[in-house]
């Protein structure tokens, strides 16, 4: 089955709009998300997973030609397609050239045309993608090897994309298809995960798989937050109703009606405002902060904790009703260093993001820097991983490669320790107690990577909880 692509069109041309539509936006290979005007195109190729970008410059108003200009920078990878009339034809020439659109259009656009240029643009650019994997691969001479097996990184792919989620492991790949599930429900989804696993991305990518995904999408962070204000910017206020409310406030669950809110460290609200989040989530109820009066607000929920809300229930931390309310779907982003497969992966991905960014042109990664990544725990994730590529790149020569100098010292210090054993012996006077000595310890280290989070810790060992509970005692684990 061939993957949907997605085309992004820029205009306010009812007419141009129907033309997309006909010859597009209907069909099971394509994906057309229409944006009024650059700012809002801009925002959603940070978001979603764009492979063609179509701008008209018909108006100045909608800021298509600076888009593009912008997206020649920001996202390469991605062709530009520019329409304009007879009468903009100079403006848009121009606009073409600056921004090295591949195509050129004068409206009126047939939909057969259309859908000819686009089909043609999104070839191209595969073409262009594939020789550029092979001029990497090919200027290495075989002798040197820093890249060792390259059949991983062959125009073959292997590389799967859920939005801006990037991976390659079966554990994530098992993920995104539960999370496609979720995106074609309404149920509110909840999403586990620690810090810099990407539970942000994944809440967007079920937003804009969904058929919400023309409506707004909010994100509200709840932690650290009062009572009085999470209130204020989730249900609104209005004027007068606390000092400094000089005016009448929306709110988010009423501002993105039709659409979806992210909540994100939904562990941290109080029990008092879990209240009021249960009886949204039963009514869809609204009251804003010092107003009698009621509004009703059809949203989705999409809520994310790096912290067991199973276990806070069970303490009495959060409300067993409002938990079962929230997990309509249960998604568990594994962290990083438990997926090893996503590391080569994921450094190419952004290798690819920041060289056009920052302007340099760096070839590619070796092989020894890739063994020292994977080796490497992560405990800030993708998100410190993302931070390390860019870094690298930042400082790597311009038309070379990334090799172990461009590395931050934590990592590079690594390869230092490459000849250390990974285990110390497995004690015991016979087979019996050797085996317990092992499962002791493999039990114990698997708590401490997930927190002691006994639900996540049972699902890796393929225990169930009573069984991981049976195995805590008889080995007399406690948590450090």
């Not at 550029?132 to 059949?151: A, K, P, Y």
């Not at 298809?177 to 586990?192: F, Y």
């Not at 302007?359 to 092989?367: F, N, Y």
């Not at 230092?416 to 317990?436: D, F, H, R, S, W």
């Amino acid at each position: 089955m061939t993957a949907q692509r997605t085309v992004l069109l820029v205009s306010l041309d009812d007419g141009l709009i129907e033309a997309a539509r006909t010859a597009f936006g209907h069909a099971g290979d394509y994906r057309l998300v229409v944006c009024a005007d650059g700012r809002t195109a801009a925002s959603r190729l940070g978001q979603i997973e764009v492979h063609l970008l179509v701008a008209d410059c018909q108006e100045a108003a909608t800021g298509s030609a600076e888009l593009l200009k912008g997206a020649r920078v920001t996202h390469p990878q991605v062709p530009r397609l520019l329409i304009a009339t007879a009468a903009t034809a100079d403006h848009g020439a121009e606009a073409a050239l600056q921004s090295a659109a591949y195509l050129f259009l004068l409206k009126p656009v047939l939909p057969a045309q259309l859908g000819i240029a686009v089909k043609r643009a999104l070839e191209l650019n595969e073409l262009s993608r594939r020789h550029r994997v092979l001029s990497r691969e090919l200027r290495i001479s075989m002798d040197d090897d820093i890249f060792g097996d390259t059949e991983k990184m062959s125009v073959k792919g292997g590389v799967s994309q859920f939005e801006k989620l990037v991976y390659a492991s079966p554990r994530m790949a098992e993920l995104t298809e539960h999370a496609r599930q979720a995106a074609a429900t309404d149920l509110p989804v909840l999403i586990h995960g620690e810090t810099g696993t990407g539970k942000e991305l994944l809440a967007r990518a079920i937003h804009f798989n969904s058929r919400r995904m023309d409506a707004a999408l909010l994100v509200q962070n709840c932690g650290g937050m009062s009572d009085e204000t999470l209130h204020s910017e989730l249900f609104g206020h209005v004027r007068g109703a606390f000092t400094g409310a000089i005016s009448d406030r929306l709110g988010l669950f009423r501002a993105a009606e039709g659409g979806t809110v992210f909540l994100d460290e939904i562990s941290e609200v109080s029990r008092n405002f879990q209240v009021s989040l249960l009886r949204f989530l039963q009514e869809g109820e609204v009251k804003p902060l010092g107003s009698d009066s009621v509004a009703y607000s059809d949203v989705r929920i999409v809520a994310a904790s790096n912290r067991s809300l199973e276990e806070m229930v069970e303490r009495g931390e959060f409300r067993r009703d409002l938990y079962y309310r929230l997990k309509g779907f249960t998604l568990l982003i594994p962290p990083l260093r438990d997926r090893p497969e996503d590391i080569p992966v994921l450094a190419e991905f952004f290798l690819e993001k920041y060289a056009g960014v920052v302007g340099r042109r760096v070839m590619g990664i070796t092989r020894s820097v890739l063994e020292l990544l994977a080796r490497y725990r992560w405990p800030g994730n993708v998100r410190e991983l993302e931070t390390e590529v860019q870094r690298m790149v930042a400082v790597a020569d311009h038309g070379g490669y990334i090799s172990e100098r461009h590395l931050s010292p934590t990592i590079r210090d690594l390869a230092a320790t490459a000849g250390a054993p990974q285990a110390p012996a497995i004690e015991g006077a016979n087979l019996k107690e050797m085996v317990e000595n092992l499962e002791r310890r493999v039990v114990r280290e698997t708590l401490t990577r997930t927190r002691w989070n006994q639900s996540q810790a049972a699902s890796e060992l393929g225990l169930s909880r009573v069984g991981l509970a049976n195995k805590i005692k008889r080995y007399n684990l406690q948590a450090e």
